[in-house]
Structure formats: C-alpha cells, structure tokens
C-alpha cells in the first residue's frame, strides 16, 4: 500500500512552453503534498508543500508564479512549470504523507529537460 | 524547527564490510526519523522509520538503525554491504506535517 505515482517520468520540451507534472496518491487519500527539486548528486530542495483545497505554501526563493501547485482532490497534485527555461532543467520529486500522516512515500520522479 | 545532518557526504566500503551512515537531527518536540534510499534517476525509498517504541528499527534489504535520544542520532547500519546497496541515503525528521531531509550520503560500494 501506499503507493504515489509520478507522471511523467520524463520529459523534453522546448523554451517558452510549460510543462505539467502529476502526483497521484494510488491507494491512499493525501491531504498534504510535497513537491521538491533535486539537482545532480545534491539533496532534494524543498519547493513548497500542498494541501488539498487551499493554496501551496512555497518555500522562500521560489516564483510561486513560475511553479504552479494545484491539489484539487485528496488523491491529485500538480505541478506546473510555466514559461520553462534551460535552467529549470532538473529532477522533480513529489511525495504524500501516507494514510496516518506521519510518513511521505515518493513518486518516482520526473526528469525535465528544457532546450 | 527541526533539522538532519549527515556528517558524511561520501562513504566508500568494500564488498561485505560493514557500513554505518550518520544522522543527528535537532528538534524541540517530538520527532518521526526515517532513512530513504534513492538509485540513479528514481525517487526515494523508504527503508525503515522509527516512530515509537524499540529504538532499534530494522528495515529492508538487511538494514537497520538505532534511535538514541541523548545523542539525538539515527545511524543506519548494516554488517554485510553488497554492491547493488551502491546509492544515495537521506536522512529525515518529520514534524507538524513537514518532512526535513539531511543532504544526503552516497554510499559506494566497492567490488
């Protein structure tokens, strides 16, 4: 059980588009989200938190504007990178705290790449 | 607040020597730890939590840690490594619904 799937795992896009990046909670219901940003061979970077039917809580130094966070459903969170630059080129992560709200499973990530 | 360190970001062993991967974390309440272990291009996994109880928590693939209060530590340890545990292990304290991971520890392996 508990299992949080990401989608999707890859993906390729050109400057100036924007991107779409899925968290689905399978088997559980999630009322608080995560979405982080990992770069190469460093820890995951915190990006902001979700909770269901309200706004996301960014962490400070992200474009709350560039990094749009919808958690419409107990089981959904997106992530939007609007605008996408090379720079945003990286591994993004997203987890749920599980059914008793103590511990976050993880999707699988997903690898953006903007050229 | 809460906070993780992991004293060491690279830790390279040999083949079935043990291993042990540092953590202390700092907190003023009551905290959940955990140790997750993420593989090249893939998301975490978690491999065992201590939230209650014994403070010696085994985990899978013949992982275990031991949660001690005074020290405010959580080292994860394993007395036999084998090449495919090769990867990055993270630290993390959860509290008040937020999750706080250390920077990480790559564990190398070597054959």
């Known amino acids: 059980g508990a299992v949080v799937s990401q989608h999707p795992s890859w993906v390729i896009c050109k400057s100036g588009t924007s991107v779409k990046i899925e968290c689905r909670s399978l088997d559980f219901q999630a009322t608080t989200m995560f979405w982080y940003r990992q770069f190469p061979k460093q820890s995951l970077m915190l990006m902001a938190t979700?909770?269901?039917?309200?706004?996301?809580?960014?962490e400070q130094g992200v474009e709350k504007d560039k990094f749009l966070i919808n958690h419409a459903s107990l089981t959904l969170s997106t992530l939007t990178v609007t605008s996408a630059h090379p720079e945003d080129s990286s591994f993004y992560i997203c987890?749920?705290?599980?059914?008793?709200?103590?511990?976050?499973?993880f999707g699988q990530g997903t690898r953006l790449t903007v050229v | 607040a809460q906070s993780v360190t992991q004293l060491d970001s690279q830790v390279p062993v040999f083949e079935e020597a043990p291993v042990e991967l540092r953590c202390n974390y700092s907190?003023?309440?009551?905290?959940?730890l955990f140790w997750y272990v993420q593989y090249p291009n893939q998301g975490l996994q978690l491999l065992l939590k201590y939230l209650s109880g014994s403070t010696l928590v085994k985990g899978i693939n013949g992982f275990e840690a031991e949660f001690n209060k005074s020290q405010t530590s959580f080292h994860l340890r394993k007395p036999s490594v084998h090449i495919s545990d090769t990867a990055e292990y993270f630290c993390?304290?959860?509290?008040?619904?937020?999750?706080?991971f250390g920077t990480g520890t790559s564990l190398t392996v070597i054959p």
């Open positions: 993390a304290v959860s509290g008040s619904n937020q999750f706080y």
């Open positions: 907190s003023s309440v009551s905290v959940y």
């Open positions: 979700s909770n269901e039917g309200s706004k996301a809580t960014y």
């Open positions: 987890s749920a705290l599980g059914p008793q709200g103590i511990t976050a499973f």
